[in-house]
């Protein structure tokens, strides 16, 4: 059987089961959970991969499910099929728990979805008798990097050390056994086409920002205060003047938010908290923006006389997608959407933790359309789930069989051609380095 001929098979059967696949990523999409709190979403995973032969094994790095299936044909490499499970807190959006706010304005229900579809699709067809090496299944959690001071708790409870699903399971050795990988995420960006590969995404340093000033009464006594909200404004202006140092070729990114504001209104502010990332394309742009930015928070203390307290965590890392899988991915989707709906993304300046895989192993990120509205905005909504869902499965699929049929040619020749730029240890190793805490009395 030709490669071809083994892909119809697989997209026959994922077509025989398209219905369920829709309401399992509606299913998710109405239970949205936060990063390292995706519980209920595990759990289904965990039945759906069960429910069709596998043996998932689940809290990898808290909330991570994976489960393998052997190709029959052979040794061979071990590719990855990945999705995400988490949500995130969008102010408005009309799906958001009511309790958390969480809400999939990001589409990675569709991901993990398109997973179990890809899974379903591969066993039904029987391709594994095809295949050499093996297939991991494995939905991962948190890529969104939120939810920051619950996670620096779990990190001092010792239950987290990186804050990100994906280095989080690098570090604990989940893909240690893992030659190569790929996950589609969705997008509602109609210039990316029904599919596409971008070039490169931006990496992220995470900063947590606290100003310590001196609280007192906000009507008698204000004069023996230290206002750290104005601390905090001063050095969020501080921020925005550095903005035009910023080459646009860096494509740097600063969006620094509020997570606390004062006490009660009566009373001079004696502790404000900020966080914010610090992106761009490259690690030393990076590494020099943030250089900047520390130095404009502290430029705030420094005018009120306050403390700020500032902690760099390791963020993600720029992405760069495999050139030999994104040629395999850009043929399937000539035969799954028509090669005319298929893009050449460029840079993108968002950031996500395949960034730290592409680190270590050749990778694939390519975008699927099937959603309208702003990505983590209140609009954001999938609008033909056959696409997002259905027709994502079939392309994740396709990409196992051609890496692995035929003895895994596929799979060997993106391993000979790869040249990840860092050993895992060499990767561990860099983030840890980022780490830091700093205090500046103004
Ligand atoms: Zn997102
Ligand atoms: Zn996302």
Known sequence: MTKNELKERVYAAIDRRAEEIVRLGERIRKHPELGFKEVKTARLIEETLAGIGLKPKTGLALTGVRAEAPGRAGDGPTFALLGELDALVVAGHPDGDPATGAAH???HNAQVAALMGAAMGLLDARAFDALSGRVVFFAVPAEEYGD?????????????EFLGGKPELLRLGHFDDVDLSMMIHLTSRPEDGKTGVPASNNGCIVKTIRYVGRASHAGGAPHMGINALYAAQVGLTAVNAIRETFRDEDTIRVHPIITHGGSQVNVIPGEVRLETYVRGRTVDAILDAQKKVDRAFKAGALALGAKVEIETLPGYMPMACDQTMARHHEANAGA???????????????????????MVMPILHPYVGGATGSGHGADYKIVDPQLAYVTNAKALAAMAVDMLADGA???????????PPMTREQYLAFQRGLARRETYEG
């Not at 090669?339 to 460029?346: L, M, N, S, V």
């Not at 040619?409 to 040249?419: F, I, N, P, S």
């Open 105 to 107: 304005a990001c589409g």
């Open 148 to 160: 920051i001071e619950w996670r620096v708790a779990q990190a001092r409870a010792g239950k987290l």
């Open 336 to 358: 799954l959407v028509g090669a005319e709906h298929y893009r050449q993304i460029g840079h993108r300046t968002g950031s996500t933790d395949m960034g730290d895989l592409s």
């Open 409 to 419: 040619t596929g799979a060997r020749e993106v391993l000979k051609a790869a040249k």
